[in-house]
């Protein structure tokens, strides 16, 4: 059994820093993408960065030159360095790890329970 877990999230003033990670654990082959999202109440879920093997970070435009996303492959770990936080950065932010349990098997996308960050004065 696979499991995706966040932590780091809280309260921090604009302009701070917080570091976001994610573990996942159980049975793992190979973990092709991993990702973050977030998400306000009322509005969808949006990409915020995401890291493909073999290929550079990918941010969105929002985030660009303000976080910074890594990984840790062989401990099956990934961190989101956030820093210049403005208020609207203000969501619940969900760690993805596309999973593939087994040699040949197809990944599945596990998402973590989420962790909130919140950017105020």
């Known amino acids: 059994q696979v499991q995706v877990v966040e932590s780091g999230g809280g309260l921090v003033q604009p302009g701070r820093s917080l570091t976001l990670s994610c573990v996942a654990s159980?049975?793992?082959?190979?973990?092709?993408?991993m990702g973050w999202y977030r998400q306000a109440p009322g509005k969808e879920r949006e990409l915020v960065a995401r890291?493909?093997?073999?290929?550079?970070?990918e941010y969105a435009d929002s985030v660009k030159g303000r976080f910074t996303i890594s990984r840790d492959i062989p401990k099956h770990s990934m961190t989101l360095q956030m820093n210049s936080l403005k208020l609207e950065d203000t969501d619940v932010y969900y760690c993805?790890?596309?999973?593939?349990?087994?040699?040949?098997?197809?990944?599945?996308?596990?998402w973590g329970q989420g962790t909130q960050v919140t950017v105020s004065s």
């Open positions: 993805v790890a596309e999973i593939q349990s087994h040699y040949g098997t197809v990944p599945v996308d596990y």
């Open positions: 159980g049975t793992i082959y190979n973990i092709p993408i």
């Open positions: 890291i493909i093997s073999g290929r550079s970070p």
